[in-house]
């Protein structure tokens, strides 16, 4: 698939730089974000509600102008080059929208039309079986249920074969199964060199599907990190502690950040890592005069480190 997508091939798919967007009424929705997304990954784009993540999508889409700065969309630049920029994206929008008059068929090749895809290069029925929909080729689109629905806007995103695939919030009212089947056809697509954007307000799902993360606040980008090391640098390690008997105040240590008693005999400490470990926190415990049955410890996650940095930006 990849040797049919435009050239140049260049090393970020997205490039964007100092992108503001200030709407009419005064919203500064962005405030000069610039932000690289490598060829090749599944990149994340993180916020809370109202943080400017679909207004970034589309500017990138051409649905909304931004008010400074530039983006390149594979090189090409939305302004100097909207229609190559345009060809090497599809974006799968968070709000369904489809004429429910057309077939989920008939809605892929009024898409491929509007690409100006030939008929011999259309795969309609072969995007309709990607996302399961095969069976619902030919039914009214009003007919299908809110997770077909999204599942045919993929499809409908990827018509025109672009070697980027942006989803805002693509699994918002989609049940587990379907999110899954959902996933597995992104990464399948992944695999055959499609780069994948998407914004997701999960943050387990971010977190086990994207290579890169970039977190967004109040119009500003606040990190942007390849996945693994936005998760090291949760500094919070959580320790729990089953002793040899019931314990009716628990120890203090300097190098708790906080204890609590989970049950009688379960201590749940609180450590920061870069100021203790997990030895020094045991052997704070045992030097208080209880002896160690069991200890279970919880890595950090991205939640952690999303709290932590919304909470100070
Ligand atoms: N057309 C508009 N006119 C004025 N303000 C807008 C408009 N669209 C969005 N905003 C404001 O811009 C800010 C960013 O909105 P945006 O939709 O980009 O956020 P988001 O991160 O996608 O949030 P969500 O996860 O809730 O979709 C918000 O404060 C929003 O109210």
Redesign the pocket.
């Known amino acids: 698939m990849t040797d049919t997508f435009p050239s140049p091939a260049p090393q970020a798919a997205i490039e964007i730089t100092n992108l503001s967007?200030v709407?009419?009424?005064g919203?500064?929705?962005?405030d000069n974000i610039s932000l690289s997304i490598p060829r090749g990954q599944i990149y994340g784009l993180l916020?809370?509600?109202?943080?400017?993540?679909?207004?970034?999508?589309?500017i990138l889409a051409g649905l909304?102008n931004k008010t400074g700065g530039s983006a390149k969309i594979w090189g090409f630049d939305i302004d100097q080059n909207p229609r190559n920029a345009k060809n090497s994206i599809g974006i799968v929008p968070?709000e369904i929208v489809f004429d429910p008059f057309f077939t989920p068929f008939e809605t892929l090749e009024n898409q491929a039309g509007y690409y100006g895809v030939p008929k011999d290069r259309r795969r309609s029925m072969e995007l309709l079986r990607a996302v399961h929909l095969e069976d619902k080729a030919n039914a009214y689109a009003r007919t299908l249920s809110g997770g077909m629905k999204r599942r045919l806007l993929v499809a409908k995103a990827m018509v025109h074969s672009p070697p980027i695939l942006v989803l805002?919030?693509p699994t918002a009212g989609v049940d587990v199964q379907l999110r899954q089947q959902l996933w597995a056809y992104v990464r399948e697509l992944n695999r055959q060199g499609v780069t994948i954007v998407l914004?997701t307000?999960y943050l387990e799902e971010a977190e086990e599907l994207c290579d890169r993360i970039g977190i967004?606040n109040h119009?500003k980008l606040i990190t942007d990190k390849p996945t693994r090391e936005l998760i090291a640098m949760a500094q919070e390690k959580v320790v729990q502690v089953t002793v040899d008997r019931d314990v009716a105040t628990p120890p203090a240590d300097p190098c708790f950040e906080k204890v609590e008693l989970s049950d009688e005999r379960t201590l749940t400490i609180t450590y920061m890592k870069n100021r203790a470990n997990a030895g020094q926190v045991l052997s704070a415990v045992q030097a208080s005069g209880l002896a160690i049955v069991d200890v279970v410890t919880r890595d950090p996650d991205l939640e952690d480190v999303f709290l932590n940095l919304t909470a100070a930006a």
């Open positions: 967007k709407y009419k009424g919203k500064r929705a962005l916020g809370p509600n109202g943080a400017g993540k679909s207004t970034t999508i589309n909304v968070q805002d919030e914004t307000h967004i119009g």
